[in-house]
Structure formats: C-alpha cells, structure tokens
C-alpha cells in the first residue's frame, strides 16, 4: 500500500478529508471557522447487512444533501444510507434510498422528469426521507409525482451513520459525501 485516504469527524462536527496521503502526518489542521462541512464516508459492498461506518454525529449539524460516488460499480445492486441507533431505530435508509451501484461516477438521486406519452412525470427519488418528500410519478394523468427538498438537524440521539448494499452485493466501493453546515450552539 503506499497511499490511503484519512476521514477525520471530530467530536463537535467539524470534518476533515485527505485523499492520497502518501507519509506520516504530523498534524492536522481543523478550520474551525468554516461552518460548512463536507464529511466524506467510505462504503464497502456487503451483502444485505446493516454496515456501521464508525462514524457518530453530534447534535446540531443541519445537514443539507447526501451524495453518492461509485469507484466500483456492482451491477443491479442498490445502496441505502442513513442513521442507526440501538434505542431509537434510526432511519437506516434516510439520507439515501435504494441507489444504483451499476455504473461508476457520482450518481443522481434525485428524481428526473421522464417525457411520457401520457404525460411527463418524475421519476424515482433516491433521497431519503429525512432530506425529502416525494411522490413517484408515472404515464398517467394522475400520478405526475413531485418531490419538496428538506435539511435534517442532528439531535445526537440517532447518530450512527450505516449503510446495507442489496442482497447479492459483492464488489461496491465508493464513498458517500454529507453535506452540513455545524450549527451555533
């Protein structure tokens, strides 16, 4: 091995990412002023099982979107990314519902307009529920669909972030990116 990538979340919220280090880092530094935070989280393919990142977040981040980057795809498998906790239940799938791990790259969650020959709709929604209402549309006058984009405040109460591949999983790898911005307290 002659490079790894350090995801660093302190205590308070604040997230560091280095990409690549390739020696001994003596110090790191935490901007403590940036309030925005980009926490970058890797994920290895498992198959149908609650995974625990490791990663805990404290109360009072106001968490604005969930991403998804694929570095090796696993084809006709999804992905579901949220919070876990042993007394609370959590929402295991929301920051992310059922994401496509088949191709590489980041992927698109949220719904896309689909041209019909009804009528236009949109399509399936991949964020989860805790970052937005939605309604899956379809060919059909009725069922157009919408979706409302929401942020989620951390209570430090379900603070486990986890992730479960589909049955089947056996080769994805990525990362997820939550985007937040650390609250005054």
Do not use: W
Not at 15 to 25: D, G, H, K, P
Not at 80 to 109: C, P, R, W
């Amino acid at each position: 091995m002659t490079s790894v990538d350090l995801s660093i979340l302190t205590a308070t919220g604040f997230a560091v990412f280095i990409e690549s280090a390739t020696q001994a880092c003596g110090k790191v530094l935490i901007n403590l002023e940036d309030r925005n935070q980009l926490l970058v989280v890797p994920f290895l393919f498992n198959d149908n099982a609650v995974a625990d990142t490791g990663f805990d977040l404290p109360a009072g981040l106001l968490i604005e979107e969930a991403l998804l980057r694929v570095t090796t795809a696993d084809a006709d498998e999804t992905i579901e990314f949220g919070f876990d906790n042993a007394t609370e239940s959590g929402d295991l799938d929301g920051l992310i519902d059922a994401a496509s791990l088949a191709s590489t790259g980041y992927v698109e969650l949220a719904g896309q307009i689909t041209g019909g020959s009804n009528i236009d709709y949109l399509g399936t929604e991949y964020r989860g529920a805790l970052l937005c209402t939605h309604i899956d549309g379809a060919d059909a006058v009725a069922t157009v669909g919408g979706s409302t984009v929401k942020k989620y405040i951390t209570d430090g109460t379900i603070k486990s972030l986890v992730y479960t591949c589909s049955a089947g999983s056996d080769t994805a790898r990525g990362y997820f990116i939550v985007k937040y911005e650390v609250l005054p307290v």
